[in-house]
């Protein structure tokens, strides 16, 4: 099974507007309501691939109320902690003219210390079920720092592999625990190491403790860094599409093999590359196209020993 | 007693931003969401300024539970018909640095032919009561478009002033069945009349049925349009604000002096136009600053008889 946390959710709102016109009034139908945050994302998506999995979240108030709703008809398997601080909401814009998306985040409220041990101990209990633990998404200004090292710890000593795609100081954190796979782009972690080249920037969270970087860079595809190699994988030709849960299908890609045992880097690059582009062209975070094996066929992969590089 | 009607309530979500970049991800702190809909605004601001009010309007769907409780914490007298569509939503993300604001409007449900129903028997329970009607805002796609002129038929029967203010085809049917004032702005006139010049198109309105229209014109102030007169109100100086809500507010001084009984043009447009500034300088529609009367000393007024106009 594979168990995703997601300690900051979010109802994601969508409206669709002829052409956004900063300053101006828009008319539009009733908006979309839907359960978010880069966990319940990877769940979502290996779920809907077949594979097995629960999803531990924390919900409150109103948009809570919502949330859960979605989340309860989306048939994905979750467990929630109950907490009193609102879900906080995200809002999208799509401008249909040009088909890009400008997008309003919340930051979200931080849990109370014992609503953060709760969703803890909902890991703890899941976790001799779990083939691998995938931690997704951003945290709460004020979430403990030591929230997702101890996960990672515990996990370990359970056995179980982790996968974590967040960014800023818990992505140190998360290498300096000795997270099996990170998942950052490049602007995390030129942001989160202070090094402008994002490789040199991946291998910098290895030496921290990593055991592999999943690199992502939109259309240009994807680097999985080791401390031995750098593999690139991209597609013969780029897609257009929607770039929101990229990053989620590629977690989901990497987490359903990694709960199936496999660990060789180049299948898992081709299998998040290969899932990130099929979620490309889905209008939803969330969701794959069912086309993704012919994606993955038309992968072009290069590796390169360290040595080699300049 | 103020009776409001707001044919298409909404809840107002608001989200504040540094700077608004279309295409772009922002963060935001927690959007507040507000029970909105004009009508709403206009009992909200006569209520504040100490007048007798009753807001009528509908309720439904999750968003409709959070419109009732901040309806019902807003102190306002209000009576709802629970619908089966959602209340609608609209969104306004305010640009810190510009200090402009786009909004996304929802078009909203159109209400069973029952609920409809319902909302006009509440109007009539309550209209005995009542010294003015105002009905303002749009009204969802496919509204009957009878509901307007036979509220304003309904009232005239028992002797009470009506007060609309909408745009489109409702603005000319309000105007054929004799409503007491109508106060588009210069964009709706122009629309629901297709006549170029605004007062012509007000003189159109007259001409149809309308006692009275008052014309707003953002910040060159308003002007009130009579068979015999025009009258224009506008401040001494341009103030700087949010003109959201700046109509409602002098739909809600109309209101307040019809329900007092004053009927004069040259004081109902004093009033209407030092609202409606007082209300530029508040953050949120349904408010206006306690220097209203400072505002309306500060008015230059002019009147033209029919006759000098070229």
Chains 1, 2 share one sequence.
């Not at 490309?280 to 072009?300: F, H, K, N, Y």
Request: charged share 20%; hydrophobic share 45%; aromatic share 2%.
């Amino acid at each position: 099974m594979i168990l995703t946390v997601t300690p900051n959710p979010a109802l994601d709102l969508t409206w669709r507007v002829d052409r956004l016109t900063p300053g101006a009034t828009h008319r539009a139908d009733a908006g979309a309501a839907r359960s978010g945050g880069k966990g319940i994302n990877v769940a979502r998506v290996a779920h809907a691939q077949g594979a097995s999995v629960l999803a531990l979240t924390t919900a409150g108030g109103r948009t809570g109320v919502a949330f859960v709703a979605d989340l309860g008809a989306s048939g994905v398997p979750h467990r929630l902690v109950q907490v009193a601080a609102p879900t906080r909401q995200t809002v999208a814009l799509v401008d249909e003219a040009l088909g890009d998306t400008t997008i309003v985040n919340e930051r979200g409220e931080n849990p109370t210390d014992a609503e953060w041990a709760a969703l803890f101990g909902e890991v703890v209990d899941a976790l001799p079920s779990a083939r691998v633990l995938v931690i997704s998404g951003s945290l709460p200004p004020g979430a403990p720092g030591s929230f997702v090292p101890l996960l990672i710890g515990t996990a370990a000593d359970a056995g179980v592999p982790v996968i974590v795609d967040t960014s800023g100081p818990a992505l140190l954190r998360a290498a300096d625990a000795g997270a099996s796979v990170l998942k950052p782009n490049a602007a995390e972690l030129v942001e989160a190491t202070g090094i402008a080249d994002p490789v040199e920037g991946a291998r910098a969270l290895l030496a921290r403790g990593a055991g592999l970087v999943l690199l992502s860079r939109g259309a240009e595809g994807m680097l999985a860094v080791t401390a031995e190699t750098v593999t690139h994988a991209r597609l013969d030709a780029p897609l257009a599409g929607n770039p929101t849960g990229a990053g989620d299908a590629a977690v989901a890609a990497c987490a359903a093999l990694y709960a199936d045992g496999v660990r060789d880097t180049e299948t898992v690059l081709r299998r998040a590359t290969a899932w990130s582009a099929a979620a490309v062209t889905m209008p939803l975070a969330g969701e794959i196209s069912d086309d993704w094996s012919a994606l993955e066929q038309r992968l072009v992969v290069t590796s390169t020993p360290r040595e080699e590089r300049p």
